[in-house]
């Protein structure tokens, strides 16, 4: 497995992408993307514990035993999410609010366990970090996407209430296209679906013209 940092990151944000290459993490993905604010928010949420737990298993790779890293790794995971909940109910309550069970479900965010099983415990901390940093705003990135469009097609509006779930440093995100309204499936689980299909639908009819090229 490469540890160059261009190719890690790569991997991270495109190639190996959490949602739209791995298909990890869909039940978030699905749930919590009813806006852009919110899919940020979840986002960034998971990208800290990723990160942080992939140093971590990364630092303690060589004095944990074969037949208890998994349960020390899910201890150390679900240990980083108690802080990241906890953070969240104090200081963007809003967000605490609407994310909900979300928050703490990230413990068994396959992504998170998966990176520290296959990667973290394998390679060096300045890897590991670069893997988890990327594979963190790969997710985020996705999760954005989704909601992005799923507002815009479902409300008319962009980064809805940033300001009130991510605090008033975000009020220029808030963006409204118009005032007609918009088409209520795309808000509703089966929209999830949808944007999800044209998304990896739309990446591998990318991927597939910029093969030749590489």
Avoid at 9 to 27: K, P, T, Y
Avoid at 76 to 104: C, P, Q, R
Avoid at 132 to 143: H, K, P, V
Wanted: glycine share 10%.
């Amino acid at each position: 497995m490469s540890t160059n940092a261009a190719t890690l990151v790569r991997d991270g944000l495109w190639n190996n992408n959490v949602v739209f290459a791995q298909m990890l993490a869909l039940c978030p993905t699905m749930a919590v993307t009813t806006s852009g604010a919110n899919g940020l928010g979840m986002g960034l949420a998971t990208t800290a514990v990723l990160l942080v737990s992939n140093v971590l298993v990364a630092l303690i790779r060589g004095i944990v035993s074969e037949q208890a890293r998994i349960p020390v790794f899910i201890v150390l995971i679900a240990s980083l999410v108690t802080v990241v909940d906890m953070a969240l109910n104090a200081w963007l309550h809003e967000l605490y609010k609407v994310l909900g069970l979300f928050i703490a479900l990230i413990v068994v965010n396959c992504a998170i366990l998966g990176r520290a099983e296959a990667f973290a415990s394998r390679n060096a901390v300045a890897a590991a970090f670069i893997d988890g940093l990327s594979m963190g705003i790969g997710f985020t990135l996705a999760l954005v996407v989704i909601g992005l469009i799923r507002e815009m097609l479902g409300s008319g509006t962009l980064f809805a209430q940033a300001s009130q779930l991510l605090g008033a440093n975000f009020a220029f995100l808030e963006t409204r296209l118009h005032d007609r309204g918009g088409a209520l499936l795309m808000i509703l689980p089966p929209g999830a679906f949808a944007a999800m299909g044209f998304l990896l639908a739309g990446k591998r009819v990318l991927d597939e013209r910029l093969a030749p090229a590489r």
